[in-house]
């Protein structure tokens, strides 16, 4: 069974960063796609970011310039990296394939 676990969230100053990991496992993951995704308090989880095994990626407009996803070729993790955090960027933040999801890693941006 494939499992994703999200690490790197915390506390961070509005103009700060984080990178935040998706570890996958399990004897079924095959890399085709990444997504992240983020959920505010009271509202919906919405698309963040997409890495795709072509290397093809895309973001949503909210983080176009700020945000960067990647891989580590060597291993089955793959990074969101934030910079220039604002605090609407607070959420919880998922990776997903497929039909999986991880448990989430909370990033809170407050002065």
């Known amino acids: 069974q494939v499992q994703l676990m999200e690490s790197g969230g915390g506390l961070v100053q509005p103009g700060g960063s984080l990178r935040l990991s998706c570890a996958a496992s399990?004897?079924?993951?095959?890399?085709?796609?990444i997504g992240w995704y983020r959920q505010a308090p009271g509202r919906q989880r919405d698309w963040v970011a997409l890495?795709?095994?072509?290397?093809?990626?895309n973001y949503a407009d909210s983080v176009k310039g700020r945000f960067t996803v990647s891989r580590d070729n060597t291993k089955n993790t793959f990074y969101l990296q934030m910079n220039s955090l604002k605090p609407e960027d607070t959420a919880v933040y998922y990776c997903?394939?497929?039909?999986?999801w991880g448990q989430g890693t909370l990033v809170t941006v407050s002065s």
């Open positions: 890495l795709r095994r072509d290397g093809y990626k």
């Open positions: 399990g004897p079924g993951f095959s890399f085709n796609t």
């Open positions: 997903n394939t497929a039909s999986t």
